[in-house]
């Protein structure tokens, strides 16, 4: 588990596709202090640029529950050309936050394809992400000698959160949907030319929201020689880093992040605003404890 994996450029990839500002939006190596963003996307592994045969479209984007938004007949900017009105798009979608004092400038689109691709492997191949790390260094506490991430780290992610909850569902899936050429040329173009990225939103999704709630601080250590802390339990540190992400920001943040995702994904899906499940309800109505 690294020191410093930056949840608020995973939360950009989630503010603009999965729910999150992305996850996103997070977010990249294993760092206890952010390292300058490259002002490139590196073109992908020759191992993982090989043909691979096309699989059927699981998820097609007409499915999705889109809105009028989707009803504009102005042509889209070309890959290359997209940032500015990428920007512009998402700092009206972020509900007037400083998107735009976190957002990286280049690539845009991108560096969320990447990231979202990125964020159900269990390894951070590369810097790709769309926005900023947060601010400070990450917080640890010392508890009977038993070493875990601190209640405070929750608070370097505010700015990022502020983001998540200020964007709309609808409006975001609406340009997701009227922008998705660029999404899927851009994921072509990361090594996949047969893929579909909706498909692979939704895989990232799923895991997102398959991450565990732990009941109690889980304890980490500190690899000296890399400099990185590790989760003690082995199931932990073998989360995908989409999970080991939310997992960083908090339960409190992790539900937030996870709310909103479900409200995505249920427009993704066509399915549109969804009840909370009956055992939200419940457990409103019976306080119970964690």
């Not at 990839?13 to 190596?29: I, Q």
């Not at 980490?220 to 802390?229: F, I, N, Q």
């Amino acid at each position: 588990m690294s020191k410093q994996v930056s949840i608020g450029g995973w939360a950009v990839a989630a503010v603009v596709l999965v729910g999150v500002v992305g996850g996103g939006v997070y977010l990249a190596r294993k760092a206890m202090h952010p390292q300058p963003a490259p002002t490139s996307v590196p073109a992908p592994a020759a191992s993982t640029a090989k043909a691979v045969p096309a699989t059927p479209i699981q998820h097609p984007i007409s499915q999705a529950e889109a809105g009028p938004a989707t009803a504009s007949t102005a042509a889209l900017p070309a890959l290359d050309d997209s940032d500015a009105s990428v920007a512009s798009a998402l700092a009206g979608l972020a509900g007037g936050n400083e998107l735009s004092s976190l957002l990286i400038p280049r690539q845009i689109i991108p560096r969320i394809v990447a990231t979202v691709d990125a964020l159900p492997r269990s390894a951070w191949g590369s810097r790709l992400l769309p926005a900023k790390p947060p601010q400070g260094a990450f917080v640890t506490q010392n508890t009977d000698g038993v070493t875990s991430i601190g209640a405070g780290n929750a608070a370097r992610y505010a700015p990022y959160m502020q983001i998540v909850d200020g964007v709309d569902p609808a409006a975001l899936v609406a340009w997701y949907v009227r922008t998705y050429p660029l999404f899927q040329q851009a994921y072509r173009e990361l090594g996949y030319p047969k893929g579909y990225f909706n498909d692979r939103l939704m895989v990232a999704i799923d895991d997102m929201l398959a991450a565990p709630e732990p009941t109690a601080p889980q304890a980490l250590t500190l690899d000296a020689d890399k400099g990185v802390y590790r989760y003690v339990d082995p199931a932990m540190e073998s989360l995908s880093t989409g999970q080991r992400l939310l997992l960083r920001t908090g339960p409190a943040n992790e539900a937030r992040i996870k709310a909103r995702l479900r409200a995505i994904r249920a427009r993704l899906l066509g399915h549109g605003p969804q009840p909370a499940p009956a055992a939200a309800a419940t457990s409103a109505r019976q306080p119970r404890g964690r």
